[in-house]
């Protein structure tokens, strides 16, 4: 009996030692919190007995209630369930909360005036002290709504306190509706994941002001000393109106010093039950791309596409798939995905029929390399606009499979392009590469030939009028986030704890995003009249090192501390810089000044096409310096770098 005692109040004691966890205690259920407020107004009631007490010099009063005035409290008890004041949470109470209670006083107050006048019009006799109504009135709607405040406030500083180890300390940059609104939103939402502490503004004006009870900091100096001064660890961008230049500046310097930088929404795009906190976006590295964002005209592009058959090569792409994205949001009347790779392709064919559940679709898995099966899809479907995504694009791989880079690239080209003639198909859009100009590996001469190829049958199909159908070609730069690009490499060498390889230190590339890229094969096949290759201008080159050490700073790490970065030397066939025109060409500007079109001469169809077809038996049946050696016949300009290949090059010379 002892041991069950001892072990009880061991039980006790421990419980006793546990946080009370306010978060968790369920709500009051609405008979207490009646009684809560009737309580109050018992209180309000003695109070006002003491102040009228102390106004007429009365020494002693009783504390119990009159007759007369708990009245006056059943009175002001029935207009709280008429006007239903218990019935909110009293930890989340608003505005209409107060307005209620001031109702129900107010109604209160104007019934026992009534009832006090008409009971002195027949008697003669005041059966309430009028001065005593008025000040419990006051008194009562004042303890109800303090209360509220004071119930509201200590949850508020329980939950913050909870969780003031796991809050971020942040600046809002931005003064307009937009910041103001996400401050709210932050500074209001529980548990809070971010503690503003207050706006930054790059207008002196505002300084010595303050939103929401938080002041406004004038920028007067880089932003990483603001951020310091004021014991901040990140900044959170909501000025919309920010440009590219100025936004840059800001994360750079963030960045630079280890803070975090994050992207507000705007408050017209917030997800409905969703925490505002899990929308408010890290800085991604296209946000410090060294350029303003593309912005492409798709006015053509409805009229090319709504109510159309589209076929998508290599749809299960990153390239193809954004794509496929893109044109489903013209509502063609068929959309057909072709791929050879089955779970890929099994991914945006689920995507597809969520996204976009009305729309005609078909996923289906061929090879461009096999004509007959190709054939059979064009049958089928006589698709209307051909979008040519499929190609191996692997440097370094195709460097050492050669014939692949012949049949996929080149072969596969040339049966979609002919096939698109055959069954008279409006547009044929071929994705090609900056890797074609003045081509370095196999990769980018497999690509160049397959733009010398398309844009020899388009003339020779011109000057026989025999085909209606319009050849373009989109070549632009390297894209960010596609599959094997150097970004999810990056990635994924920080997941591992690093280092970050690079090729070498004074490599540079041309970046642009997946969703540009593909507006641009987009609007291209609008835009095109058969036989142009479209180039984009992708602004300033981005040098690889710069951006390694970007993505680190990004993930919240140190380079070269945390993070190391390493440099392996050139792969086969790399070069230290792409081009998107090569010596002899020029450009032809456009309506839309950021894509431009490429003058380059095209060649013979007949030689051409005698030439791949030649190459395609060598490829079948020839060694991989053979193949290499009829690509530079084709290709004169392709000169191998960094490769076995260098030799055949000494020995044309």
Known sequence: MLRKLKLAIFQVLESSRKKIDFKNINYLPRWAILCFDTTILLIALVVTKIIISNLQNINYFSFLPTSQELIVVLVNVMFFILFRTYAGLIRHSTFIDAVKFFLA????????????????????????????????????????????????????????????????????????????????????????????????????????????????????????????????????????????????????????????????????????????????????????????PIKLDNKLVAKEIYNKCILVTGGAGSIGSEIVRQVANYSPTKLIILDQAESPLYRIQLEIKTSFPDLAFEAIIADVRKREVIEQVFKEHKPNVVYHAAAYKHVPLMERHPSEAIFSNVIGSKNIADLANIYKAEKFVMVSTDKAVNPSNVMGASKRIAEIYVQALQRKLQSKNKSKTQYVTTRFGNVLGSNGSVVPLFKKQIEQGGPLTITHPDIIRYFMTIPEACQLVIEAGAMGNGGEIFIFDMG?????????????????????????????????????????????????????????IAKIGSHDYDIVNKMILDLAIIAQEGTKAEIVLKMKEIVPEFLSMNSDFERLDKKIV
């Open 540 to 596: 300033e080159a981005v040098k690889i090192i710069d951006l390694a050490k970007k993505i680190i700073r990004l993930a919240g790490f140190t380079p070269y501390k945390e993070i190391d970065i390493k440099v392996i030397g050139l792969r086969p066939g790399e070069k230290l810089y792409e081009e998107l025109l090569n010596d002899k060409s020029e450009t032809l500007p456009t309506y839309n000044e950021k894509i431009m």
């Open 105 to 292: 006083s107010a109604a209160t107050l104007i019934t026992t005036l009534g009832i006090h006048y008409i009971y002195f019009l027949f008697s003669r006799e005041s059966i309430f002290v009028i001065p005593e109504i008025l000040v419990y009135s006051i008194i009562s709607f004042c303890g109800l709504f303090l209360f509220r405040i004071l119930v509201k406030q200590v949850f508020e500083v329980y939950l913050n306190y909870q969780h003031s180890e796991n809050q971020l300390n942040v600046l809002v940059y931005g003064t307009d509706e937009n910041a103001i609104a996400i401050a709210s939103a932050l500074k209001s939402e529980k548990p809070s994941r971010y503690k503003v502490l207050g706006f930054v503004d790059k207008d002196d004006k505002n300084k010595s002001k303050e939103i929401l009870g938080l002041p406004i900091i004038y920028l007067h100096r880089k932003i990483a000393i603001t951020l310091r001064a004021h014991r901040a660890q990140a900044l959170i961008i909501a000025d919309n109106n920010l440009t590219k230049d100025e936004s840059i500046a800001l994360i750079d310097n963030c960045l630079e010093y280890n803070f975090k930088v994050f992207r507000a929404p705007l408050i017209s795009d917030i997800e409905a039950n969703k925490s505002l906190s899990n929308q408010i976006e890290k800085i991604q590295i296209e946000d410090i791309l060294e350029r303003e």
